[in-house]
């Protein structure tokens, strides 16, 4: 069984950029969550999308947007890139059958540097 | 405003005795709380949950509590041990729309052999 993998590992961009980061969900999982760490915070809830629609969005603005593949992969992507955008991007996925948590497993993130 | 909060950034224990985590929240409507620990360069990976109609939860040398009236969660590792030295992450979730988790800051464990 693969895990959830994430790519780029580690990416640089400067400010004004748009950013596109991927993750690959775990085999048989619908759902994906995208978070963003800053340095010294916890995980903060950007969206996620269930059946390649958006199923919650937590407090971004709009030029972070997302798109999930019938394949489950995803995509977060990032339009206007700010210093402050600088973070460790991590995707989550999981199985939603409707009703209940259902435990999320992390990818290991990916690494995002803006100059 | 955090929801969620670990106010200990770091803890030190020595090998074998307990380590005991603190994470405290505000947000009533939560009902399922999880514990994630992490490794640097490694996603946050699963340790134990508890929702909120239970007051303890053991799996192994890791306990949960639950004391919803003063919205207060432990984690209790007994023994402590080396490899148990990472990041911990309390997190929590409402049963309404995503299930999107909330989470703390982190506490740091340390376990000194």
């Known amino acids: 069984e693969t895990g959830v993998t994430q790519s780029p590992t580690h990416l640089i961009k400067t400010r004004g950029q748009q950013v596109t980061l991927r993750c690959s969900s775990q085999s048989g999982h619908n759902t994906v969550s995208w978070y963003q760490q800053a340095l010294g915070q916890g995980p903060q809830f950007i969206f996620q999308?269930?059946?390649?629609?958006?199923?919650g969005r937590g407090n971004f603005p709009p030029r972070f947007s997302g798109l999930q593949f019938p394949n489950y992969s995803s995509e977060l992507n990032v339009n206007a890139l700010e210093l402050d955008d600088s973070a460790l991007y991590l995707c989550?996925?999981?199985?939603?059958?409707?009703?209940?948590?259902?435990?999320?497993?992390f990818g290991p993130g990916t690494r995002l540097t803006v100059l | 405003d955090q929801q969620v909060k670990q106010n200990s950034p770091s803890l030190s224990v020595q090998e074998g005795r307990i380590s005991i985590l603190n994470c405290d929240y505000t947000n009533s409507m939560f009902d399922y709380f999880l514990w994630y620990k992490k490794y640097p360069a490694e996603g946050p990976t699963f340790l134990i949950s508890i929702s909120s109609i239970k007051d303890k939860n053991e799996d192994g040398r890791f306990t949960v509590f639950l004391n919803k009236s003063a919205k207060h969660l432990s984690l209790h590792i007994v023994p402590s041990q080396p490899g148990d030295s990472a990041v911990y992450f309390c997190a929590a979730s409402a049963s309404t729309g995503s299930y999107q988790l909330t989470f703390g800051k982190g506490t740091k464990l340390s376990v000194i052999p």
């Open positions: 999308y269930y059946r390649e629609e958006e199923n």
């Open positions: 989550a996925s999981s199985f939603s059958s409707g009703g209940a948590y259902n435990e999320q497993f």
